[in-house]
């Protein structure tokens, strides 16, 4: 489903992100790329979100070369993915409602799709009560899962999960990554980044580590270890 | 699609406006300041037309006689000049009409009004009244006055003079001042436009800065350009029309106050009644301009964050 093939990236500071990488992921799979800071995890995850182009090789998704899309063609593709951030990425300025109605009304739904669904997915992360607060009135975790039910809203082929856990407590990050794993159940595809080892250790699922920029290990079912 | 795309569109763009009421309330102010230069614009060149208008309404020839001058060859000249294609009015003003208005004109002065007793007789000559379709013909007639027909009957010049020579030079020097004084005032306006233009751009490029980081989200979201500038482009819009009517607002005192000074002081224009006269086509300036303005700032300064 994705498929990296001899991918580097090189920053214009010289910099060196990521080193020759291969790999690919198959659908419903639920995958872990694990490594320390810098390593290239977020890098990955841009390259797959056409944020950035990689400076050697191709990323695919399916069997289009993501980098060959026009920038009019970039749209569409995203709606194939939903992301979850580490800093949430909510829109300020709208509430619970209008922020997950958001990305159905950029994919063309209906509003009557927009109504029924909305209230739906919002469910599906139990935070029906908080449907008309904004970003600002919620917590860490509330505003983590409103990202992941904006992510999951449009029936994604994908979702891209980059350090999710990364800013919230230890009670939240379970519930995330539980979250997260009923997606995968109901048939998603889920690539998780993060550093978190008790994560990785409760999910016992594919881990993939990279290092300086490279994919140092690829683990059926792996645990944390660097 | 298209129209539920721009129904959200210009919904969203309400909402931004009302949330961002800080944001919005400054870029108005910004934006009312731009809309006031304008409209200072118009009402400056409303008063330099005016002024010049009445100026070139002022501009005739009179044609004073000898006092002498028999009554027929005064009303044949009359008929000769109202026969020429360039001349407009002619008005006749008898010996004892000039003598009644002169008297009239100096009716408190006792000492002017005891010597024209003394003298008798009336001093005054007849005149004629000469108004051109067009100030350039002036020359012309003026030509025409002291060549052609000075001549009456027995050979003697029945006209006493043409006054045209005298107010023509003060005439030219008024015009002149006054042109000078219209390119002077739109040279300035138009940079005072350009600035206060700039300086709405920026504001507006400030307060689509602040949101750069949702820009790139709805991007990242799959939302495509359009439909990430559409709302921008509405709250450009909405700033325009808001400061438009402020502006049209603010103009009705101002021009109430500077009403009375500007019809003492130019030729009879009262800026408050020229407002109100013309609002209308004033407040399609203004609308047109503020919308115009915030619409197209909005619209380049997104362009930078879209590229996401």
């Known amino acids: 489903m994705i498929y990296f093939d001899k991918v580097s990236k090189v ?15 198959e659908p419903k799979e639920f995958v872990s790329i694990v490594g320390h800071s810098g390593a290239g995890k977020t890098t990955l995850v841009r390259l797959i979100l056409a944020e950035d182009r990689p400076t ?61 669904d909305v209230p739906h997915v919002l469910e599906l992360v139990d935070l029906g009560k ?24 449009n029936q994604p082929d994908i979702v891209i999960a980059d350090e999710p856990t990364g800013n919230l407590d230890p009670v ?17 595809t889920v690539i998780l980044t993060t550093h978190n080892k008790g994560v990785i ?21 792996g645990r944390y270890s660097i | 699609m298209l129209w539920v795309n721009v129904k959200r569109i210009i919904r969203s763009g309400f909402l931004n406006f009302g949330r961002n009421a800080f944001v919005s309330l400054s870029s108005v102010l910004v934006m009312v300041i731009t809309l006031c230069t304008i409209g200072a614009l118009i009402f400056v060149s409303a008063i330099l037309n005016a002024s010049l208008q009445e100026i070139r309404d002022k501009l005739d020839i009179n044609v004073y006689f000898i006092t002498t001058a028999p009554e027929a060859d005064v009303i044949t000249l009359q008929k000769t ?25 100096h009716e408190n002065d006792e000492t002017t009004l005891q010597a024209l007793e003394e003298l008798g007789e009336n001093p005054l000559g007849a005149s004629l009244n000469v108004k051109a379709k067009n100030p350039a013909e002036y020359q012309g007639i003026a030509d025409y006055l002291s060549n052609e027909s000075t001549l009456s009957t027995d050979g003697t010049s029945i006209v006493d003079k043409v006054n045209y020579y005298q107010n023509k030079v003060a005439i030219d020097r008024l015009t002149s001042i006054i042109d000078s004084a219209e390119r002077l005032g739109s040279v300035l306006t138009v940079v005072l436009i350009v600035i206060s233009v700039l300086i709405t751009f920026n504001t507006i490029r400030l307060a689509i800065f602040i949101s750069r980081e949702e820009i790139s989200i709805m991007r990242l979201v799959g939302a495509n ?77 997104v362009r930078k964050y879209l590229k996401v």
């Open chain 1, 172 to 188: 939240n990050t379970y519930e995330i990554v539980q979250i997260l794993k009923k997606i995968n159940d109901l048939g998603t």
């Open chain 1, 11 to 25: 920053y214009p500071d010289e910099s060196v992100a990521l080193q020759d990488v291969t790999f690919g992921i």
């Open chain 2, 81 to 105: 000049l109202e026969s020429m294609p360039e001349v407009a009015l002619v008005t006749y003003t008898s010996r004892e009409q000039a003598l009644e208005d002169f008297k009239k004109r």
């Open chain 1, 130 to 153: 908080k449907i008309w607060n904004f970003p600002h009135e919620l917590s860490g975790g509330e505003k983590q899962r409103v990202a992941i039910a904006r992510a999951i809203v």
């Open chain 1, 56 to 116: 050697a090789g191709q990323v695919f998704f399916g069997s289009t070369d993501i980098h060959s899309l026009k920038h009019s063609e970039i749209p569409e593709y995203r709606r194939k993915i939903g992301v979850v951030f580490q800093d949430f990425r909510l829109l300020p300025n709208k509430n619970v409602y209008e922020n997950i109605a958001f990305s159905m009304e950029a994919a063309g739904r209906t509003d009557e799709e927009i109504e029924s």
């Open chain 1, 201 to 221: 250790d409760s999910l016992g699922r594919r881990v993939i580590a990279m290092e300086d920029g490279k994919v140092v290990r690829d683990d059926r079912q």
């Open chain 2, 225 to 301: 350009s359009f439909y990430v500038r559409g709302p921008f482009v509405v709250v450009g819009t909405i700033y325009g029309v808001v400061a438009a009517i402020f502006t049209l607002l603010l103009f009705y005192p101002i021009t109430f106050w500077l009403g009375g000074a500007t019809e003492n002081f130019f030729i009879g224009l009262n800026i408050f009644e020229y407002y109100t006269t013309n609002f209308g086509q004033i407040f399609i300036i203004i609308l047109l301009s503020g919308m115009a303005i915030g619409a197209l700032s909005s619209y380049l300064a």
